[in-house]
C-alpha cells in the first residue's frame, strides 16, 4: 500500500482541476496585473474574477475580500489592523487559539499596543465558555475578541453565531479564525456577526502560499504591508495571480461538493473512532467529537500511558503513515501542545490527531488500526 495521509488539518493535497486551472495562468497568463498593457489588463481580470468567485460564495461583496499569502497574515492584518483602527485597548482570546492570533496578541500587550489581554475559560474538551466571555466584555471597555471557528488540534467547533451575537450586544470587534473550517462550512457573512474571517487555501486542496482575508464593509482598517496600490491599497506587492486563481477554484469545488465530502469524510471519522475505541483499552479522545460539536475532517486521539511514547509518531511514519501530534506549526518542536495544556489534558497520554479528506477510504484506516494497535500492545507501560 501507498503511504497513508492522514494530516490533512496540516495541509490537503492539490486537487488536479487545481492545478490544471493554475498551470493555464502560469503558461498562458503571465502580465503584471499592476501594468496598463493588455497582458497586464488580462492578469488583472483574472484576480477580480477569483474575488468576485470567493464573494459569491460568502455572499459577501468582492470589496470585502483581500487576497493574503495565507491564515497566518490574514489573523495577522485583522488583529493589529483591527485594533489600531479602532484604538482598542483591551483584547478577548482563548489559551486553545492558533499561534497566528495567540502570539500576535501577545506581542501587542508587550509592546504596550494593548493594555489588557483577557482569555476566556473553555471546559476540558476546548468548549468556550459563553458566560464568561460576556463577563469579560461587562467589565471592560470596548474589546477585540479573537475565537477561532475550530480548533486546529482537537476540532472542536464554536458556535460563531452566538459568540457574534455576544459581541454584538457588547459592541466588540469580532475576529474569527476559520482557516480549518474555510471549504468546510458554508459560511455566510451576511448572517454572522464576525468583522473578520480568514482562509488559507491549502486547507482545502488549493495551493500554499495563498489565503484570503474578510473584511465586513462596516469596518476600515490601515494596511499591514506598504509599497504598492495592490488589493485596493490594502496590500502592497505583485499579486501571486495563480495561486489566487488556485484558491478560487479550490473553494467552488469545496461548494459544489460539500455535501458529499462531508458525509464521506464523517463516515471516516466515526468508522475509525468506533474502531479505535473497540480495539484498543483506555483509549479516549481529546475534544468534542459528537457530530454536531466537532470538526468532521479531525480526530484527536488520547493513547494509554505507554514507554517510548514519543516515539509513537515516528514508528508510524515507519510504517507509511502520515499524522501529526499536535498543531503543524509545532512540528519538530520538543515543546508540548499549548492546546492540549489549555485544556489540561493528561500529560503522560500521548496525543495523535488524524485528519481526513476525501482522498481518504476505509481500507487506509483499517491498515493504520491495525499498525496502531500492534505499536500500543508492545508499547503500554504496565
Same mark, same amino acid.
Given at each position: 500500500?501507498?503511504?497513508?495521509?492522514?494530516?490533512?488539518?496540516?495541509?490537503?493535497?492539490?486537487?488536479?482541476?487545481?492545478?490544471?486551472?493554475?498551470?493555464?495562468?502560469?503558461?498562458?497568463?503571465?502580465?503584471?496585473?499592476?501594468?496598463?498593457?493588455?497582458?497586464?489588463?488580462?492578469?488583472?481580470?483574472?484576480?477580480?474574477?477569483?474575488?468576485?468567485?470567493?464573494?459569491?460564495?460568502?455572499?459577501?461583496?468582492?470589496?470585502?475580500?483581500?487576497?493574503?499569502?495565507?491564515?497566518?497574515?490574514?489573523?495577522?492584518?485583522?488583529?493589529?489592523?483591527?485594533?489600531?483602527?479602532?484604538?482598542?485597548?483591551?483584547?478577548?482570546?482563548?489559551?486553545?487559539?492558533?499561534?497566528?492570533?495567540?502570539?500576535?496578541?501577545?506581542?501587542?500587550?508587550?509592546?504596550?499596543?494593548?493594555?489588557?489581554?483577557?482569555?476566556?475559560?473553555?471546559?476540558?474538551?476546548?468548549?468556550?465558555?459563553?458566560?464568561?466571555?460576556?463577563? !469579560?466584555?461587562?467589565?471592560?471597555?470596548?474589546?477585540?475578541?479573537?475565537?477561532?471557528?475550530?480548533?486546529?488540534?482537537?476540532?472542536?467547533?464554536?458556535?460563531?453565531?452566538?459568540?457574534?451575537?455576544?459581541?454584538?450586544?457588547?459592541?466588540?470587534?469580532?475576529?474569527?479564525?476559520?482557516?480549518?473550517?474555510?471549504?468546510?462550512?458554508?459560511?455566510?457573512?451576511?448572517?454572522?456577526?464576525?468583522?473578520?474571517?480568514?482562509?488559507?487555501?491549502?486547507?482545502?486542496?488549493?495551493?500554499?502560499?495563498?489565503?484570503?482575508?474578510?473584511?465586513?464593509?462596516?469596518?476600515?482598517?490601515?494596511?499591514?504591508?506598504?509599497?504598492?496600490?495592490?488589493?485596493?491599497?490594502?496590500?502592497?506587492?505583485?499579486?501571486?495571480?495563480?495561486?489566487?486563481?488556485?484558491?478560487?477554484?479550490?473553494?467552488?469545488?469545496?461548494?459544489?461538493?460539500?455535501?458529499?465530502?462531508?458525509?464521506?469524510?464523517?463516515?471516516?471519522?466515526?468508522?475509525?473512532?468506533?474502531?479505535?475505541?473497540?480495539?484498543?483499552?483506555?483509549?479516549?479522545?481529546?475534544?468534542?467529537?459528537?457530530?454536531?460539536?466537532?470538526?468532521?475532517?479531525?480526530?484527536?486521539?488520547?493513547?494509554?500511558?505507554?514507554?517510548?511514547?514519543?516515539?509513537?509518531?515516528?514508528?508510524?511514519?515507519?510504517?507509511?503513515?502520515?499524522?501529526?501530534?499536535?498543531?503543524?506549526?509545532?512540528?519538530?518542536?520538543?515543546?508540548?501542545?499549548?492546546? !492540549?495544556?489549555?485544556?489540561?489534558?493528561?500529560?503522560?497520554?500521548?496525543?495523535?490527531?488524524?485528519?481526513?479528506?476525501?482522498?481518504?477510504?476505509?481500507?487506509?484506516?483499517?491498515?493504520?488500526?491495525?499498525?496502531?494497535?500492534?505499536?500500543?500492545?508492545?508499547?503500554?507501560?504496565?
Amino acid at each position: 500500500m501507498d503511504r497513508i495521509y492522514l494530516d490533512n488539518a496540516a495541509t490537503t493535497p492539490l486537487d488536479a482541476v487545481v492545478i490544471e486551472e493554475m498551470v493555464n495562468v502560469m503558461k498562458s497568463h503571465y502580465g503584471n496585473p499592476s501594468s496598463i498593457h493588455a497582458q497586464g489588463r488580462e492578469v488583472r481580470t483574472l484576480i477580480e474574477k477569483a474575488r468576485k468567485a470567493v464573494a459569491g460564495l460568502l455572499n459577501a461583496t468582492p470589496a470585502e475580500i483581500f487576497f493574503t499569502s495565507g491564515g497566518t497574515e490574514a489573523d495577522n492584518t485583522a488583529i493589529r489592523c483591527g485594533i489600531a483602527a479602532f484604538n482598542i485597548r483591551h483584547a478577548i482570546t482563548s489559551k486553545i487559539e492558533h499561534h497566528a492570533v495567540e502570539h500576535t496578541l501577545s506581542m501587542l500587550l508587550q509592546q504596550g499596543v494593548i493594555d489588557k489581554l483577557s482569555f476566556v475559560n473553555v471546559d476540558e474538551k476546548g468548549n468556550v465558555d459563553h458566560a464568561h466571555l460576556e463577563e !469579560l466584555l461587562q467589565n471592560n471597555e470596548r474589546s477585540f475578541v479573537s475565537l477561532m471557528h475550530a480548533n486546529n488540534e482537537l476540532g472542536t467547533l464554536t458556535d460563531i453565531e452566538r459568540v457574534g451575537d455576544i459581541c454584538e450586544q457588547y459592541n466588540a470587534i469580532y475576529h474569527c479564525d476559520t482557516v480549518q473550517t474555510m471549504g468546510h462550512y458554508v459560511h455566510d457573512v451576511r448572517k454572522l456577526k464576525a468583522h473578520f474571517i480568514v482562509c488559507a487555501a491549502h486547507k482545502l486542496h488549493g495551493p500554499k502560499g495563498v489565503g484570503f482575508l474578510y473584511v465586513n464593509h462596516t469596518v476600515k482598517i490601515s494596511p499591514m504591508i506598504f509599497g504598492g496600490a495592490q488589493e485596493r491599497n490594502m496590500r502592497g506587492g505583485t499579486e501571486n495571480v495563480y495561486g489566487i486563481v488556485g484558491l478560487a477554484k479550490a473553494l467552488e469545488i469545496a461548494y459544489a461538493e460539500m455535501e458529499q465530502h462531508q458525509q464521506h469524510i464523517q463516515e471516516l471519522k466515526t468508522y475509525m473512532k468506533d474502531r479505535l475505541s473497540a480495539e484498543i483499552p483506555d483509549l479516549s479522545f481529546n475534544g468534542e467529537t459528537d457530530t454536531e460539536k466537532s470538526l468532521y475532517t479531525v480526530l484527536n486521539v488520547s493513547f494509554p500511558a505507554m514507554d517510548m511514547a514519543d516515539m509513537l509518531l515516528f514508528n508510524l511514519d515507519i510504517q507509511g503513515i502520515s499524522a501529526s501530534g499536535g498543531s503543524a506549526c509545532s512540528s519538530g518542536s520538543n515543546i508540548g501542545s499549548h492546546v !492540549l495544556t489549555g485544556i489540561n489534558a493528561d500529560p503522560n497520554r500521548p496525543s495523535i490527531r488524524f485528519s481526513f479528506s476525501k482522498y481518504n477510504s476505509k481500507e487506509e484506516l483499517d491498515f493504520v488500526i491495525d499498525r496502531l494497535k500492534k505499536i500500543v500492545s508492545q508499547n503500554v507501560a504496565v
